[in-house]
């Protein structure tokens, strides 16, 4: 596929592909255009399998080129199959796709992989992001990788890993005093007075092409086919509708036969606008104010809101919501029955499959992948004051049987 230049997602009014993402028209994104080309879906699979293990193997379906001085190689993540969380949640077929296997340990390297070398193609020297926290560290990581100027811009109040991760790489770390909805508010003037490149604002039709490979690697590492269901935690959305965009554009270039994903949106309740429009019927997602242990999904207006909850309905999907309490308890049983840790997001999620599970909604023998997008090292918060302390004893047989030996269970 090639790129034919950006449309509006609201209006089809065409423009140029330039670093814009407003309809001048409508107000509406933009978002990028594609000519089909001739390739049939054994052709495209073929090209995919002698591509590099990392997202750029899907190329053919992306808006940039990779640049492989700058490439930290994202993507490629693991798939696994996740029988003994699926038998404590009463699912057959869940698997988890562990993307906190990434070089920045979250989804976000994605994005920022493709918003990068969009920067480049427009000529750009410095790269800034309005973000929760893991976009931040991939923009300062790629950027350095490449050797731009990063400016990062956070709300303040993120967790102490976010940001120290993030430092590391010298960037300019802003921490403004406000909610990520008044980072990105002024992030968009900035953009309007400053010939910079920012990931999620100007280049945000280039950008958020990226969370379309976490379809298109689903679909390969299950043999070439859709999943029946994903669940994918939502903060501004963008990563929700992409998703759905990759398993779409696979199907039309017949790289895997014609299926519904219910698409199954996941948030947490001190930041769920679209959680309440959905339960309400409501056609409209009102802002709130957040307050949630899950600072990466902290968006209270969400951009993709409308679209999130339009695709929710249309293949059969939902929305639901969980409090705080409930994603600490499915990170911890992510951890005991997964052996894999997540930050809260990933706890988002999991809350949400339980809860879905649990109320029936979900068919055993569906198969439904849950995306894991972070990981839970730079969010120790979350759990530090809930995990069980450790036993100390004194380093002789005689103690480890007084108190070890019980706990053990043998
Ligand atoms: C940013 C982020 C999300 C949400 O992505 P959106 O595209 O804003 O909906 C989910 N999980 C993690 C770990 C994130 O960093
Ligand atoms: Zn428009």
């Known amino acids: 596929m090639a790129v034919d230049g950006l449309a509006c997602r609201e209006c089809g009014q065409r423009y140029a592909a330039e670093p814009i993402f407003v309809c001048e028209r409508c107000f509406g994104p933009l978002e990028v255009q594609y000519t089909q080309g001739d390739l049939d879906g054994r052709e495209h699979r073929d090209r995919i399998v002698r591509g590099p293990a990392s997202i750029w193997r899907y190329q053919d379906f992306l808006p940039v080129s990779r640049v492989p001085e700058w490439d930290l190689a994202p993507g490629y993540t693991p798939l696994v199959r996740a029988d003994r969380l699926g038998r404590a949640l009463g699912l057959r077929n869940l698997y988890l796709k562990n993307d906190t296997r990434n070089p920045t340990w979250s989804f976000k390297d994605r994005v920022v992989a493709v918003a990068l070398a969009a920067a480049r193609q427009f000529e750009f020297a410095v790269l800034s992001c309005a973000s929760t926290g893991n976009l931040a560290n991939a923009v300062a990581a790629h950027a350095a990788k490449a050797g731009l100027r990063a400016v990062v811009f956070i709300p303040k109040g993120l967790e102490r890993a976010k940001v120290v991760?993030?430092?590391?790489?010298?960037?300019?770390?802003?921490?403004?005093?406000?909610?990520?909805?008044?980072?990105?508010?002024?992030?968009?003037?900035?953009?309007?007075?400053?010939?910079?490149?920012?990931?999620?604002?100007?280049?945000?039709?280039?950008?958020?092409?990226?969370?379309?490979?976490?379809?298109?690697?689903?679909?390969?590492?299950?043999?070439?086919?859709?999943?029946?269901?994903?669940?994918?935690?939502?903060?501004?959305?963008?990563?929700?509708?992409?998703?759905?965009?990759?398993?779409?554009?696979?199907?039309?270039?017949?790289?895997?036969?014609?299926?519904?994903?219910?698409?199954?949106?996941?948030?947490?309740?001190?930041?769920?606008?679209?959680?309440?429009?959905?339960?309400?019927?409501?056609?409209?997602?009102?802002?709130?104010?957040?307050?949630?242990?899950?600072?990466?999904?902290?968006?209270?207006?969400?951009?993709?809101?409308?679209?999130?909850?339009?695709?929710?309905?249309?293949?059969?999907?939902?929305?639901?919501?969980?409090?705080?309490?409930?994603?600490?308890?499915?990170?911890?049983?992510l951890g005991e029955t997964e052996g894999l840790f997540t930050e809260p997001a990933g706890g988002v999620t999991i809350g949400v499959l339980r809860k879905l599970a649990a109320a029936g909604a979900i068919d055993p023998d569906e198969v439904v992948v849950a995306y894991i997008t972070g990981i839970g090292l730079k969010a120790i918060e979350a759990v530090e004051h809930v995990v069980d302390a450790a036993v100390t004893i004194k380093p002789t047989l005689a103690s480890f049987e007084e108190r070890v030996l019980a706990l053990a269970g043998t």
């Open 165 to 333: 991760t993030t430092a590391v790489y010298r960037p300019t770390v802003v921490e403004v005093e406000g909610t990520y909805d008044d980072v990105n508010r002024l992030c968009l003037e900035i953009g309007e007075e400053h010939r910079w490149a920012i990931a999620n604002v100007n280049l945000r039709p280039y950008y958020s092409e990226g969370a379309k490979t976490l379809a298109f690697e689903v679909a390969e590492q299950l043999g070439w086919r859709a999943p029946d269901r994903v669940v994918v935690p939502v903060g501004s959305g963008n990563m929700f509708v992409k998703i759905h965009k990759g398993f779409e554009e696979f199907q039309r270039a017949g790289v895997i036969p014609r299926h519904t994903v219910r698409m199954t949106a996941a948030q947490a309740e001190g930041c769920g606008p679209i959680a309440a429009a959905y339960r309400e019927n409501a056609d409209r997602v009102l802002p709130v104010k957040p307050n949630t242990v899950a600072k990466s999904l902290a968006i209270g207006s969400p951009a993709d809101g409308g679209y999130v909850l339009d695709l929710a309905r249309r293949t059969g999907g939902a929305v639901e919501s969980v409090t705080d309490g409930e994603v600490v308890d499915a990170i911890r049983l």
